[in-house]
C-alpha cells in the first residue's frame, strides 16, 4: 500500500520525506488555502520535496473550466494527477482528462456507485473519504472494501485512495482492505512509528549495553 501525505505543508513534507516511505501527497483547497501561497509555486514545491503522485485540485465546478483548469495543473509538473469532483460536471472533466493522458483523481467519493462511475470515465484513482462516513454513522472501511470489490469484478484499473484517514487504525484497516494508497495528515503518519514496547525495548538494550561497556568512572 502506498502512503500519501494528505496536507500542503512544506515542513510537514519535508519531515515525511526524510523518513523515506512517502510515495506521494494529495492536497485540496482547503489544505493549499491554510498555506496562502499561489498555486502553482506551491505545487512545484510539493514536486519538488516528494518524488511521487502529487495531487492537485480544480477549483472551477463546471467542466468547460475545469478541463482548461486541469490541463493547466497538469503542465506544472509530470508528477501531478488533477483532481476532479464526483458531480456530473466532474466526470466529464475526468473522461476528457483522461482521454488525453492527463491522471484523474475523482475525489469526494462516498457511494459504491460513485466509484463505479469514476472507473468508468477512466479515472487513474478515486478517493472515498472514509472518516467523513464514519462521522455520519456509517462505517468508512466498508465502502472501500465493497470498491475493491466492484473493481476486481470487472477488472478496473481505478485504484482506490482511502481518504480522510483520521488515526492508525484506519491505516491498518485500509492495509487490510487491500487498498492501494492511504493518504493521512502528517500527525497520523507520525502516530504510525510509535509502540511503547518499542521504547521499553529500546531503553533496556541501552541500560544493559551502557552496564557492561561503559569505561569505570576515573579514580574510582
Ligand atoms: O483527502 C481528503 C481529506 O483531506 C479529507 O480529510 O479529515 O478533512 O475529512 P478530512
Not at 97 to 122: D, H, M, P
Request: proline share 5%; hydrophobic share 45%.
Amino acid at each position: 500500500m502506498k502512503f500519501f501525505l494528505d496536507t500542503a505543508n512544506l515542513d510537514e513534507l519535508r519531515r515525511g520525506a526524510a523518513w523515506g516511505i512517502v510515495d506521494g501527497v494529495t492536497t485540496n483547497p482547503s489544505l493549499i488555502a491554510k498555506e496562502a501561497k499561489p498555486l502553482e509555486e506551491h505545487i512545484r514545491e510539493i514536486c519538488g520535496i516528494i518524488y511521487g503522485d502529487i495531487s492537485a485540485e480544480v477549483v472551477s465546478t463546471n467542466a468547460p473550466e475545469m478541463i482548461v483548469e486541469g490541463r493547466r495543473l497538469a503542465k506544472i509538473h509530470q508528477n501531478v494527477v488533477v483532481k476532479c469532483p464526483l458531480t456530473r460536471d466532474g466526470i466529464v472533466a475526468t473522461k476528457t482528462l483522461s482521454s488525453e493522458g492527463i491522471r484523474v483523481n475523482v475525489t469526494l467519493c462516498f457511494s459504491a456507485n460513485q466509484a463505479l462511475i469514476a472507473a468508468k470515465a477512466g479515472a487513474y484513482i478515486v478517493s472515498p473519504f472514509v472518516g467523513r462516513i464514519d462521522d455520519t454513522g456509517w462505517n468508512g472501511m466498508d465502502l472501500v472494501r465493497d470498491i475493491l470489490q466492484i473493481y476486481r469484478n470487472y477488472g478496473f484499473n481505478t485504484q482506490v485512495l482511502a481518504a480522510s484517514l483520521r488515526s492508525p487504525t484506519h491505516v491498518s484497516q485500509a492495509a487490510l482492505a487491500g487498498t492501494h494508497i492511504a493518504t493521512m495528515p502528517f500527525k497520523v503518519l507520525d502516530l504510525l512509528f510509535n509502540h511503547p514496547l518499542t521504547d521499553k525495548g529500546l531503553a533496556q538494550f541501552q541500560n544493559d549495553w551502557n552496564k557492561a561497556f561503559q569505561p569505570a568512572p576515573a579514580g574510582g
